[in-house]
């Protein structure tokens, strides 16, 4: 006999509970955020979380194109602008990829050596591209799902913003407008991509998909910090 369906206060609660499992609480996350990373540590982190800066409007475009809801896609694709910029009606947002590699310039790294991916560790682009490689095959409604670590991004960039000028001030501040900007953002597509996932899972089986869904893109973040553990070790 199938275990009831959770309510939907349950099931929130339920895949807030997994942000236990997020990478704020990995090691090298601990150490970058602590104040105990050094310089080329920090460069190594910015280098290689480029390339799942670039993949996150990748997978977005592939939630799209799977979406047969059109008020979610008119929704969704805010978050492709977010990313890639947009000059629209004489609006003009340079984006979060351009924000990044800002970011990538304040930590003493050239544009040129963060785009031609030089420095890149395989592991971790094999852990992004699964991710994506997920959003194209899965039906969107997983794919939202799997956006839902959303739900733990602002406090890991609150924690940023918090440590990283007293620790790191040799990191020109201007540098950080990534952060700042996704604090907000990060709170309105978690609304969107909550709403889509407590709409649609709504059996007992359907929810504990969702769960292990989230738990998979976890465990994604989770390893791209392991690559970066391995490669640029962690300070005690």
């Known amino acids: 006999m199938q275990s009831p369906a959770w309510t939907r ?3 929130e609660a339920r895949l807030r509970e997994r942000g236990k499992a997020y990478h704020i609480h990995h090691p090298f996350n601990v150490m970058l955020n602590g104040g105990r990373a050094s310089p080329e540590q920090i460069r190594g ?3 290689n ?3 799942y800066q670039i993949a996150i409007p990748v997978k977005d475009a592939a939630v799209l194109s799977n979406c047969t809801d059109r008020e979610v896609r008119r929704g969704w694709v805010q978050r492709i602008l977010d990313h890639d910029g947009f000059e629209i009606g004489g609006i003009r947002d340079e984006g979060g990829i351009e924000a990044w590699l800002r970011l990538a310039q304040a930590v003493g790294l050239t544009r040129e050596e963060v785009l031609d991916q030089r420095h890149l560790i395989p592991a971790l682009r094999f852990a992004v591209d ?3 490689n997920f959003a194209r095959r899965a039906p969107w409604q997983e794919s939202v799902c799997s956006s839902l670590t959303e739900l733990f991004a602002p406090e890991i960039h609150k924690q940023r913003l918090a440590t990283w000028p007293e620790h790191y ?3 020109e501040n201007g540098g950080l407008s990534y952060f700042r900007n996704r604090v907000s953002q990060a709170r309105r597509d978690v609304e969107q991509g909550l709403e889509v996932t407590l709409g649609h899972f709504v059996t007992r089986a359907q929810q504990e998909r969702a769960l292990e869904i989230l ?5 994604i973040l989770w390893a791209m910090n392991d690559a970066m553990a ?3 070790g962690v300070a005690a």
């Open 9 to 11: 206060t349950e099931f």
């Open 45 to 47: 982190w910015v280098a």
């Open 49 to 51: 979380r480029f390339y």
């Open 130 to 132: 699964a991710y994506i």
């Open 169 to 171: 001030p040799w990191i």
């Open 215 to 219: 738990q998979f893109k976890l465990d």
């Open 230 to 232: 391995l490669k640029y």
